[in-house]
């Protein structure tokens, strides 16, 4: 903006004087942290050997390791716009933790973080298709490697994969976006993969706004569960709600051998085998509301086969029927009996929650949009060149954001563990990564000093940091 602060005095408080001073300050002391996990995980270094950049390198500024740190650090850091690097482009601390220099490098005279344009451009590298799913397959690594060194470096037994999606509004012409009438908004309604058991988000599709729930879902369950079993579990399991169990989906997965449980649909089918079970006991109704449960075997016409089906019968507080709902599970009752089939669905309440803290806290700004280039350095270009995959780089954006959650995840668990207490991704990022501090410089040395209100938290959260056990799979 290239404005300067004049000194001014507030007149609440004469004595008080406000100015601006060319000193080393920050807002954004976190990335820091959030760059030492990216470090000690490798998955930097993993996604660049595996990526492919077209560019001339010697006409490189911003190496390709250090746009996927400014993306990532960003949405961390809930900068959700290109434009704002701009604005934080001699931020120290970003400035620092972005860049693949050590030292006093990153901080040297023109240097600084990668320009709006630089970084649309890398959006746009990001979403041709190799490079997308090195970037997809990010997420679950990223993941994998969380949970292996909180683990001693040892994978999980058995996961659940909850699969759900996600209605995220839009504004503009965003290619694929369209009006969805259930949620009255214009979105995209892309798919999520997350496990309820510790918090990870594993995939991210984006898909049309006017798409069903269940829309791709089995080729995104077996891609996913392929994936999770060869860096997360040993056994992985599906857990969705009443939009996703249709014929071909269930199939699917039978075939597969991947058990499942989901919410049904009620259909009149179903309820005539309810309604015998539809009637209160005798006796006087108790103060607390009741609950019974009734295995079923149901085979809806699409269906290949018969099915598990449990029938859940519940009371209401000052409701004088009865209410039900179906669970169907391929899970045999020698295995899981109704109570602990019901006790596990309920759990999706958790994956529900990670979902909104991926949309609330770190708010993926889907705006791109199809626009050949009309100029190139300020000079109009000789030969017409094409548009970008918008809807790709849209779908970049969104995995970049989850990519962002893992981090912050990652951080967020060792917070949990040292301090004994729950944290929201919110409550990380106000308390302990966006703080004030000041980069103090000495001979070729550098202090961080942050202030007294986030210090004791980055005490207890740095050694937890170091004592996860890091490894390759």
Known sequence: MGETLQPVTPGFNRSLRIESRADRLTGDPGVVVLREILERSGIVGWMTSRMRDPRRQEDVTHDLASLIRTCVLLAAQGWRDHDDA??????????????????LTPLADGGGLASQPTLSRFTALMAEPGNLQVLREAVLEMAGRGIRAERGGKRARRITLDVDSAPIEVHGHQPKAEWNGHYAARIYHPLITSIA????????????????????????????VDRAQTSLCEVAMVRIDAGFPSATLLAGLDARGIDYVSRLRANPVLDRMAEPYMKRPPGRRPLEPRMWLYELRYQAESWDRRRRVILVVKERAEDLLLDRFFL????????????????????RGKAEGHMGELKDVLAPALSSTNRAKSHWRGKTPKAATPAIDAFACNEARLLIACLAYEVMHIARRAMAKATGTGWSLRRLRERVLRAGARLVISGRRMVLALSSAAAPFWSVLWPRLLALHWADP
């Open 86 to 103: 701009d604005a934080l482009r001699h931020d120290p601390a970003f400035r620092l933790a972005a860049s693949s220099a050590a030292g």
């Open 197 to 224: 058991e510790t918090g990870d988000m594993l995939d991210a599709r984006l898909r049309a706004g006017n798409v069903g729930t269940a829309d791709g879902a089995l080729d995104v369950i077996l891609d996913v």
């Open 328 to 347: 169907v599970t391929s899970r045999h009752w020698t295995r899981q009996t109704r109570h602990e089939v019901l006790a596990h669905y309920r759990e």
